[in-house]
């Protein structure tokens, strides 16, 4: 209203501004050559704002179009048949009967989406025999609030070295 712009040029400036350093500017005193003072704070104030809130807005819809195609990409890789090579290769432990129970079968799945590897799940088995002290494949509300009473004293963590330790 200011400028006297009709909606298309106010449009064209209001997202320039943001976005590209604007390509659409206010007009400038023909007179002095200045911007006049008004302009030059509501301008400035404009930008102050809105070019963060214009990337952070950018940012968040990039977030969710980059969760859906990775939501979409881990369905997939769930869905798809497990072939022998993986079964063999990814599975931690597999009975005498070569069969594998639903633990295994979530570890195997956890793999093949690449949230874990086969070093983390060894060092979780680890430290679930560590914590397992009387070695009857459960663990007890005692045993398992033993992890947050213990550390590094009595070898809870023993055998890991400060690198594996770092991502826990």
């Known amino acids: ?25 206010p007009t400038i005193d023909p007179v002095s050559g200045d911007l006049p003072p008004f302009n030059a704070l509501l301008v400035g104030m404009y930008c102050l704002t809105g070019v963060p ?10 977030q969710l179009v980059a969760d859906r195609l990775v939501r979409e990409k881990e369905r997939e890789i769930i869905r798809r048949e497990i072939d022998q090579g993986e079964f063999m290769q990814n599975v931690c432990v597999v009975t005498p009967n070569g069969k594998i129970c639903k633990t295994e079968f979530l570890i195997l799945q ?7 590897d086969m070093k983390t799940v060894r060092l979780i088995l680890d430290q679930f025999d560590v ?14 609030l033993a992890l947050s009473k213990r550390g590094t004293e009595d070898g809870l963590y023993s055998g890991w070295d400060a690198d594996e330790l770092s991502g826990l």
Do not use: M
């Open 1 to 25: 209203v200011y400028e006297e712009w009709d909606f298309v040029k106010s449009l064209y400036f209001a997202v320039t501004a943001l976005s590209t350093a604007g390509l659409q500017g």
């Open 53 to 62: 809130l214009f990337a952070y807005v950018l940012g968040l819809s990039a």
């Open 110 to 116: 956890l793999l093949r989406l690449e949230k874990t």
């Open 131 to 144: 914590l397992d002290k009387d070695r009857d494949g459960s663990l007890s509300p005692e045993e398992a």
